[in-house]
């Protein structure tokens, strides 16, 4: 089903597993000040202090992770538990010995890390001068990632230097994660400037001062497919398109396209929108000529989140000003789309190929390496609705390479292990591992997706246990 050399690794982030929240030196991150300070902005008000622990069993996890026969594990730094207050003035050791120790034992057991220097969880201290709305935070990160490459380019080949952009503007136009600012329309914009900034600083610094160890660097970009709510409708497929440039083109284009910047329409629509609420400048920032250089083509590939697909057609929502309100696109699921635990999680596995195509075309077919997909259950071993997506998103994989074509050269699966959600807490679960969260030592136990997976790496196929599937498949 997958070409030869093809790449499966699953995926964590530091505050949604690592726990050890203030212990050895680790400075307060925006999330943990906001599950302190504000309870129920999670919707169990739990928080991610203890989460599954694996600062202190991470040796654990790296058996889970090959035991299922994964070769590549990617997991995020958190920034304030190597550099406390945000800035390399003060370095605090015993966090860097964390990541020293889980690196070494990966590549003791033969799994390659793949390392994200930024997964949100922002230092206190550089969310008190503004976070990613302070321009000063391209240099911030810049020597952020500067100090990471210095201690561990020499073992790690595999980098992303940003998650999801797009979620990340989310925390400053939309309250949907920390710092929870809701500057609809302007602070989502502004962030989403500086972090493309910040990108191309990490990977040009890369490019200069540590190529010698010839690793490959990228951002994880996050794209829902996009279907037009009636197949038939140009306004309908118009609305589509759009959608895909709003929310994936906000960060390919100034990276993977051939001219740089922004779509042309996002930049026209925001640009108008604001004329006509009586501004004198544009929401949406501009770059200059130099910018527009500098960060395109900043990525060794093409790293893409995915996980759920989108009904579109025209019309206005949300507040004014608004992403949504600018995009003019109002969204839906289909009805036949089975559910997970998450509301924005439905399963359409054709919209995975979809979008795969859609990078193919837009930028140039790149070799794309998808660094999160997966499903949500609340608290279940019997985990079927996550092998029917995992079989589905699979299927759908294999035929966007074997018959369209499209460039992918890994896959991962979000996550090995269940962790701290976000807003959601504990309520939805992502693990092809269970985590009991109840108990002291965070018991681990495989659910019945961590067995598919399994055998599915090690068979480059799912035929052999397709009547298993068909039944798990009916059950459910
Ligand atoms: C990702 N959407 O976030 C994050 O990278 C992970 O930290 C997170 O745990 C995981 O997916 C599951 O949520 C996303 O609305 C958040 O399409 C929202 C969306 C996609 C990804």
């Not at 050399?5 to 307060?28: L, P, R």
């Not at 952020?144 to 979620?167: C, G, H, L, M």
């Not at 679960?429 to 681990?444: A, C, E, I, Q």
Request: contains cysteine; proline residues 4%; negative net charge.
């Amino acid at each position: 089903m997958f070409p030869k050399d093809f790449i499966f690794s699953t995926s964590t982030a530091a505050y949604q597993v690592e726990g050890a929240w203030n212990e050895s030196g680790k400075g307060v991150s925006i999330w943990d000040d906001i599950v302190h300070r504000d309870p129920s902005f999670i919707a169990d008000r739990s928080n991610g202090d203890t989460a599954a622990d694996s600062f202190h069993l991470y040796k654990e996890d790296v058996q889970l992770v090959k035991h299922l026969g994964f070769r590549m594990y990617r997991f995020s730094i958190s920034w304030p538990r190597v550099l406390p207050d945000g800035s390399t003035k003060f370095i605090n050791e015993p966090g860097v010995k964390y990541y020293e120790d889980l690196i070494d034992e990966l590549l003791a057991n033969d799994i390659a890390p793949m390392v994200t220097i930024y997964h949100w969880d922002l230092p206190q201290m550089l969310q008190q001068k503004g976070g990613w709305l302070n321009s000063t935070i391209v240099d911030d990160f810049e020597k952020y990632a500067d100090f990471v490459f210095s201690r561990f380019a020499s073992k790690v080949k595999w980098w992303i230097t940003i998650n999801e952009p797009f979620s990340i503007t989310t925390g400053y136009g939309g309250d949907d994660y920390a710092p929870g600012l809701t500057m609809h329309g302007i602070g989502d914009y502004l962030a989403g400037h500086n972090l493309l900034k910040a990108h191309a600083r990490a990977y040009r610094l890369y490019k200069s001062k540590y190529s010698k160890f010839e690793g490959k660097l990228s951002l994880s970009l996050d794209a829902n497919g996009a279907y037009p709510k009636d197949e038939t409708n140009e306004e309908d497929i118009r609305a589509a398109n759009r959608f895909m440039e709003f929310e994936l083109g906000w960060f390919a284009h100034p990276v993977f396209s051939r001219y740089g910047n922004y779509p042309a329409v996002l930049r026209d629509r925001v640009d108008l929108n604001s004329a006509r609420e009586g501004r004198d400048d544009s929401r949406l920032p501009y770059f200059t000529k130099d910018e527009i250089e500098e960060i395109r083509g900043t990525y060794d590939f093409f790293a893409l989140n995915h996980y759920s697909s989108r009904l579109c057609t025209s019309g206005k929502t949300g507040p004014t000003p608004s992403w949504s309100r600018d995009s003019n696109v109002v969204t839906s699921f289909n009805d036949s789309w089975p559910p997970s635990q998450s509301s924005w999680l439905k399963v359409a596995p054709e919209g995975f190929r979809k979008v795969l195509n859609w990078i193919k075309t837009n930028y140039d077919n790149p070799e794309v390496f998808v660094t999160e997909n997966g499903f949500s259950d609340y608290n279940q071993l019997h985990d079927l609705g996550r092998i029917d997506y995992l079989k589905g998103y699979l299927s759908e994989l294999s035929k966007a390479i074997n018959e369209d074509g499209c460039n992918v050269i890994g896959y991962t699966v979000w996550s090995i292990l269940d962790n701290f959600e976000w807003r959601a807490g504990y309520t939805e679960r992502f693990g092809l591992v269970h985590v009991d969260f109840n108990s002291p030592n965070r018991t681990r136990t495989m659910k019945q997706s961590a067995t598919f997976i399994k055998k599915f790496i090690k068979e480059n196929s799912f035929d052999s246990n397709e009547n298993e599937i068909q039944v798990m498949y009916k059950t459910w």
